[in-house]
């Protein structure tokens, strides 16, 4: 095999779990594989703007002594900016009241708010559809650590499923999670987590991390986000997105989580941290971490 990832990319499509259309799923194939399976598989949601990245950071690492090997799956919509940024919505973020979605403005209607809602059936699509797929088309990977990352409203997604199902995956990477969503609704599914985190046989790894630059007040805003300049600030104010997210691990800790790692990346902000948190992140979920 080639050692370039886009040699190491494969890629097939299955139907969408609760609506028409299909799911791009890619997957990336550890350059050196190990010689004792099984072999870990992380899985990324909203592929179409991190998949790339992940594997090129994971086969880079791979080739360290110690960093274990590690497919990559991708799980996208080959679709356009504008199209990916409302799909993702609906499949990765929980319901959401009219008064929040109101008080998103027109930001809420970009993205498209009004149809979110499909975090817990997604969920059950990754594990019950994909990863049963995944391990007939790699069965190297029977056995093996699945491991979730999400960023942003993807970073909300994987604290539903820790919070809900903590079962499901065997490490967490939740990464500058979108907790405001709601009004920080998801904070109450911390009610009886301690009880479902107790019943397990083995507790997941968590690592929960932030830019810490992410409450900085913006001086502009990006074309496309439907916001004025006041209005951006006004939501970053609201979505205390480092202090949240502190909070947030502080929360999971006093619950009982004993794997868990939170860090505020000193130098970035909501979209340079994303490579950190997916190398330091996966460093962490593979025990290369304290």
Known sequence: MQFSVRASVEQFTLAHPFREGLLQISVAVPAIEAADAPIPVLYIVDGDI????????????????GFPAHYVVGIGYDAAFADVMRLRTADLAPPIGAEALDDLGAFGTAIGGENSGGADAFLAFLIETLRPEIAARYPQTVGGAPIL??????????????????????????????????????????????????????????????????????????????????????????????????????????????????????????????????????????????
């Open 149 to 290: 990352f999400g960023h942003s409203l993807g970073g909300l997604f994987a604290a539903n499923a820790l919070l809900t199902r903590p079962d499901s995956f065997a490490s967490f990477i939740i990464s500058s999670p979108s907790l405001w969503w709601d009004g920080f609704s998801i904070l109450q599914k911390l009610s009886g987590f301690n009880q479902r985190l107790a019943r397990l046989p083995q507790q997941p790894r968590v690592f929960v991390d932030v830019g810490a630059k992410e409450q900085d007040v913006p001086t502009s805003v990006p074309d496309g986000m439907g916001l004025t300049l006041e209005e951006a600030q006004a939501q970053v104010r609201a979505a205390r997105m480092v202090d949240g997210a502190k909070d947030f691990a502080g929360a999971l800790r006093d619950s009982g989580v004993s794997n868990l790692r939170h860090v505020a990346f000193a130098e970035d902000d909501h979209v340079s941290v994303a490579p950190a948190a997916i190398l330091h992140g996966m460093r962490f979920a593979l025990g290369r971490g304290a």
């Open 50 to 65: 991190l998949f790339g990245m992940a594997a090129e950071i994971g086969r880079a690492v791979s080739t360290v002594e």
